[in-house]
């Protein structure tokens, strides 16, 4: 679809341009996979004193984490731009993207691609592959099948609720991402069992910022555990509803787009 | 219809009215005031395909928020729009795909890559076809000179190499109507008349042309009309010609002339007009107006004094009426908006 | 420049902070939500009373309320502010100009540490009222002086990060990775006695822990007397030999500049 050539050709339009600063990429990757592992030793430290959490094991934790950081991993790679959007409508540097036949939002978010998230999927890939080793999950083709689906709908999930909070500064202009970093924060809460927290959190992150649906709950489903194993099987559903909600947040807000001075 | 055609057509802007230092903003966060900023009130507008105008105004006066109400970037607060029967807000991928928009004061390059990439990442969104792509932008390079530029990174161009380049993103889908909001500001005169040429060229090919800017030049040389707009109110709106003789019609003739003339003699030739005399004997300028007097006869009158050796004549140019409108001296009345 | 002048640089930053409350709002409630899920982990960690290294649940409740309180200082608009005008080149305007940079940018946050404090003091208000026993302050004294001596600290750690934009466009990847950094490293995580041995060492030797471990473990008592001077000495070492590095990197940083060019 020609939507997506486009894309392709503008995420790799920065790609070059970006590889030509190659003190950038490297510093990048390594922050990426510097991330994912102090979280890992986070847990580590946390299960050295205690045999499980909530009834789960250190190897299960690793898991929702692996998977979140994988999903997380996605945001940099193929929609870094959403983070400049504030800067974009501050400055007045959105007008050109609105007079161009292809989707403003698309512009936006392939305006630049961060290597950290390269750093992040190789740090998370590693935790994943370490983390499948030592659990139990019955594979069946279409298990695998579905778990690559529920982990595109995971990565879905991410990049619309970036691009949506990110979308709030066509109401509250600053050019700062500071409640897209803030939500983004909240995000890391979701890469531990959510059985810890009380109720209100759990509802918060189930439904109204569905990060729960990015590690927990596909974790969840593929070892058959905890009561709401099921609800990680609707992923795809809730990614599909987090894309258009995403887009419509951001149409709206274009709506209210007032440029800037000249 | 019209193929830009803009019905009362408003833009108004919400700004906080508070005081200025801490103590404003703790009050604003009790008292919230705001003031309504009229910046575009009630434009008719009606372009048709073919045209050149040129929207004119001093700084403020709505001219860059009207542009962005035609293309679509902003939403009218009231009024209606089409540009070729669209809206350009609510339709905008079609509508983008009629239309060309260059801002002067902004680039649309990708800054960190050369020309070419912008170019062909533009290729790619517009849909041109790989030989009408090649064969336009032969034709930019023979205008703009674009082969020299194309190598070169967005980020490295002086402002008039990334003039022509934007000229050439804006233009590469070949657009029907092209909105330029202030396209030589900055530049030198030698790429100013590259672009005017490129503008000229458009406009053989029949293309509309809709040009802010406060170049004089760029209008006398490009446009065949002439919209002027104040605090968001269209004052005037007629052709070049047409204001020229509405508001510039004092003309000035200076005669030299040989033997002995006396002023008062000269000037009582002429009680419609003003007659002064230069610096040199023999020097005279005679002020008129065109309405009243024709030069034939200026000169008819004066040949029985005196032998004419030399004539000159001041054309008025728009910038005296501009200037005037813009002092405030000029109060215009709407001329009739051909419909 | 004269001290009033900076002192203006500050009262300006506290007027744009203002300005910019909602934006910054929203950014701290990521903190504050981080804190509600870390006393929810160590909740569901230390239930029925126990102790894990030593900490009950109150004093965990402690030990997190002065990680919450060394996470908000500092914050504000400074650090994007900063990472743009070096992005954006326009630090090249602050070169010409005959002031010191980095004095500048400590007087932007100094002005920026008073909304801050009203945040902390409000927030945690709050948290005493809401969140069960809290373990109070055993020498507020001296948590006083060493949480005097976190904002430098804090800042040039920061302004440190800032400076790898003269390295990299991409700087909200780096900025997270230092965020998680200084997270686990400075024990706002889990208190460093409960990391690994050689994760311990590591953060003796780095100022992370300068931030919350020891505020922390004034706080709650687990250090005291001459041991808990010592540390508020160190502090004061760390801030000090930070500003000289931060200098030193300024120098550095300045002549990559040229490189950019444009």
């Known amino acids: 679809m020609r939507l997506v050539r486009v894309y392709r050709r503008s995420l790799g339009a920065h790609l070059r341009a970006v590889l030509e600063y190659q003190s950038d990429f490297w510093l990048l990757v390594t922050a990426g996979i510097v991330t994912q592992s102090l979280g890992f030793i986070f847990l580590s430290a946390v299960f050295a004193r205690v045999p499980t959490l909530n009834g789960w094991r250190f190897e299960e934790t690793v898991l929702i984490y692996a998977l979140a950081g994988l999903a997380q991993a996605a945001v940099p790679l193929f929609a870094d731009g959403a983070w400049l959007l504030g800067s974009l409508v501050h400055t007045g540097e959105l007008d050109y993207r609105l007079v161009r036949p292809y989707p403003p939002v698309l512009q936006v978010t392939s305006h630049q691609i961060g290597f950290s998230g390269a750093g992040d999927a190789v740090g998370a890939g590693v935790l994943l592959v370490w983390a499948l080793s030592r659990v139990e999950v019955h594979w069946t083709p279409v298990k695998v099948l579905l778990g690559l689906l529920i982990l595109l709908g995971a990565v879905v999930i991410r990049i619309a609720i970036t691009v949506a909070t990110n979308a709030i500064a066509f109401w509250i202009p600053s050019p700062n991402p500071m409640f897209a970093s803030a939500v983004f924060q909240i995000g890391e809460l979701a890469r531990y069992p959510l059985t810890i927290y009380g109720f209100g959190l759990r509802v918060v992150l189930t439904g109204l910022l569905p990060f729960a649906f990015t590690g927990f709950l596909p974790a969840a489903w593929l070892l058959d555990e905890g009561g709401a194993a099921w609800l990680g099987l609707a992923t795809p559903v809730v990614a599909v509803l987090c894309a258009l909600a995403a887009y419509a947040v951001f149409q709206r807000g274009l709506r209210r787009y007032e440029s800037a001075g000249h | 219809m019209a193929l830009v055609e803009a019905h009362h057509l408003t833009k108004t802007f919400r700004r906080p009215d508070k005081a200025p230092g801490l103590r404003g903003s703790l009050t604003h966060l009790v008292r919230r005031r705001f003031t309504t900023v009229r910046a575009v009130d009630r434009v008719d507008l009606s372009i048709e395909a073919g045209e050149a105008v040129a929207y004119v105004g001093p700084n403020g006066a709505g001219k860059s928020t009207t542009i962005k ?4 970037i902003v939403e009218p ?9 669209r809206d350009p807000h609510r339709e905008r991928t079609a509508n983008a795909r009629q239309i060309g928009v260059l801002f002067g004061q902004r680039t649309q390059l990708w800054w960190d890559l050369p020309v070419r990439e912008s170019l062909a990442l533009l290729r790619d969104m517009y849909d041109v076809p790989a030989a009408t792509y090649r064969e336009r932008l032969a034709r930019f390079d023979a205008v703009l000179a674009l082969d020299e530029i194309m190598p070169v990174v967005a980020r490295r161009l002086s402002l008039g190499q990334r003039m022509r380049a ?3 993103c804006a233009l590469i889908h070949g657009p029907r109507v092209v909105y330029l909001d202030e396209p030589t500001i900055g530049l030198d005169i030698a790429v100013k008349d590259r672009v005017r040429q490129f503008l000229r060229e458009l406009r053989a090919d029949g293309t509309t042309l809709m040009l802010t800017t406060h170049d004089l030049g760029d209008i006398e040389d490009t446009c065949d009309r002439i919209v002027i707009i104040d605090h968001g109110r269209v004052i005037y709106d007629g052709t070049l010609e047409q204001v020229k003789d509405t508001y510039a019609r004092q003309r000035n003739v200076h005669l030299q002339l040989a033997g002995d003339v006396a002023l008062p003699d000269l000037a009582a030739r002429f009680p419609a007009a003003a007659v002064h005399a230069g610096p040199n004997p023999g020097e005279f300028t005679v002020a008129f107006d065109k309405a009243a007097l024709t030069v034939g006869q200026i000169l008819a009158g004066v040949i029985p004094l005196a032998e004419v050796v030399e004539v000159r004549i001041d054309e008025p140019a728009i910038e005296d009426v501009i200037r005037k409108v813009y002092a405030g001296e000029l109060i215009l009345s709407p001329a009739p908006t051909p419909s | 420049m004269s001290v009033k002048a900076y002192a203006r640089l500050a009262g300006t930053t506290v007027r744009a902070t203002f300005a910019h409350r909602i934006s910054i709002g929203l950014g701290t409630i990521g903190v504050i939500f981080q804190l509600v899920a870390m006393v929810a982990l160590w909740t569901a960690l230390l239930a029925d009373g126990t102790r894990i290294g030593g900490y009950s649940l109150p004093e965990m409740k402690g030990y997190l309320l002065v990680g919450f309180a060394t996470g908000i200082v500092g914050r504000g608009l400074g650090e994007h502010v900063m990472a743009e005008r070096i992005r954006s080149g326009a630090v090249a305007l602050d070169l010409v100009k005959p002031l010191d940079y980095q004095k500048m940018r400590f007087a932007e946050v100094l002005g920026g540490l008073v909304i801050e404090l009203a945040v902390i003091v409000v927030v945690g208000a709050a948290f005493v009222a809401l969140a069960g026993p809290v373990q109070a302050p055993v020498r507020p004294d001296l948590l006083l002086l060493s949480l005097v001596a976190v904002v430098p600290i804090k800042f040039l750690i920061i302004y440190l990060s800032t400076m ?6 991409n700087y909200h990847g780096l900025a997270w990775t230092r965020t998680a950094l200084t ?10 006695a409960l990391l690994p041995g050689w994760l311990q060492t590591t953060a003796a030797v780095l100022p992370f822990a300068a931030i919350t471990s020891t505020p922390a473990l004034i706080y709650t008592g687990k250090a005291t007397g001459t ?10 070492l760390w801030a ?5 590095l931060a200098r030193l990197a300024w120098r550095t940083a300045v002549r990559q500049l040229t490189v950019h060019g444009g």
């Open chain 2, 69 to 72: 109400l035609l293309t679509g």
């Open chain 2, 77 to 85: 607060s009231s009024g209606r729009v089409r540009v070729a029967g």
């Open chain 3, 164 to 169: 790898l934009c003269f390295w990299t466009q």
């Open chain 2, 166 to 168: 934007d000229l050439a």
């Open chain 3, 227 to 236: 041991g808990a001077l010592l540390l508020i000495g160190y502090q004061f």
């Open chain 3, 183 to 192: 997270q686990l490293l400075s024990g706002a995580l889990v208190p460093l």
């Open chain 3, 240 to 244: 000090a030999g930070l500003w000289f």
